[in-house]
């Protein structure tokens, strides 16, 4: 059995030889090698935006650990960098748009790129590090959900208290169903593109969903996130709803293959509600990755453990790898998934 078959079998419900196992945020700032090439490039974006750079990073954390997946290297905000928002990474807090949506005027007047000329780079990426793969492993294509795009939009940035889309979804619900639908399309449209250019499973990454009420998420974030999947073209789907252990159930009919789960939730608890509906991706403390390879390996026994001894279970962290984490704790997490599932 290949690495390839064995995600994709699991993804498929499928015994597979041994769990699985990729991460988020696998490719990126905790490896020495991408720093390097981070120095070089001068941002952050314009790695993104060249596909051979993108295909490098991609590959680097391959090279290293013996991971059952590649996760193209790139960013959830791709997609509104290209509507014109003016996006730039300010040192320390993360992602900023200059011309953020506030009103029902500011949203009317956004226009949906165009995927082949603005966002072609990243079908780009895909097609080369298909190419550069070669067979050793999937390749996994992601987009953010409308929800968690559109908070980024209307906030400007990152949010604690989420004042600015909330007050819009309460105040102007109509309009921000304009935007959420807006977003839908056109990340059906993105994650189609990634998926004809090669990629084997796409992720939804849903990063805000759970920061909002039982009958707000199945209307702003759910709703969209099940008209993106209506649009794919076939290809297994992974949801992951940051803080959405409560919706499980919700999640598992929205038409996604697997479903990510966060630490706070219990994996074996989780597989009980879902049932065979779909895999379950998940769920090691990123924080875990600071500790001992001893106690590495312990807490990645015990989530085995508690998942128990059915098909479909796909190892990964509740979110993603953090920058101070040291790569040979990584390399202790994935040969211990490995080891102890070994059937």
Not at 35 to 59: K, N, V
Not at 77 to 94: N, R
Not at 187 to 195: D, E, V
Request: proline letters at 6%; aromatic letters at 8%; one cysteine or more.
């Amino acid at each position: 059995m290949t690495d390839k078959s064995r995600l994709l079998k699991a993804l498929a419900r499928e015994p597979v030889d041994t769990t699985p196992v990729w991460m988020m945020r696998q490719a990126g700032r905790y490896l020495p090698e991408y720093r390097a090439l981070r120095e070089r490039a001068g941002s952050f974006m314009a790695l993104c935006q060249d596909p051979e750079a993108a295909c490098e990073i991609t590959l680097q954390p391959l090279a290293r650990f013996d991971l059952d997946a590649a996760i193209l290297f790139s960013d959830i905000l791709t997609i509104p960098a290209a509507m014109g928002l003016g996006l730039h990474f300010v040192p320390g807090e993360g992602p900023h748009f200059d011309c953020p949506l506030r009103t029902p005027a500011d949203i009317d007047g956004v226009r949906a790129p165009d995927i082949e000329t603005e966002l072609g780079y990243v079908a780009a990426a895909v097609e080369l590090t298909k190419r550069e793969l070669n067979g050793r492993a999937p390749l996994i294509g992601f987009a953010g959900s409308p929800w968690t795009l559109a908070t980024y939009m209307v906030e400007g940035g990152p949010s604690k208290i989420y004042r600015h889309i909330k007050a819009l979804a309460y105040d102007e619900p109509n309009a921000l169903h304009r935007l959420l639908g807006l977003l839908a399309d056109t990340t059906a449209a993105y994650l189609n593109a990634q998926i004809r250019a090669g990629a084997d499973a796409v992720q939804i990454f849903d990063t805000w969903g759970g920061t909002l009420s039982t009958s707000a998420f199945e209307a702003f974030s759910l709703a969209y996130i099940r008209r993106i999947i209506q649009g794919l073209d076939p290809a297994p789907v992974i949801v992951f709803t940051k803080g959405g252990g409560g919706w499980l159930e919700l999640l598992a009919a929205s038409g996604a293959h697997a479903l990510g789960l966060d630490q706070t939730v219990d994996i074996g608890h989780a597989r009980q509600r879902v049932g065979d509906r779909v895999a379950l991706q998940g769920n090691a403390d990123p924080a875990l990755l600071y500790a001992r390879p001893d106690a590495i390996r312990r807490e990645v026994r015990a989530i085995i453990r508690r998942y128990g001894e059915h098909p479909g279970h796909i190892f990964n962290l509740g979110h993603g790898v953090t920058p101070e984490v040291e790569p040979d704790r990584v390399a202790a997490l994935v040969d211990a998934v490995h080891e102890y599932s070994a059937r």
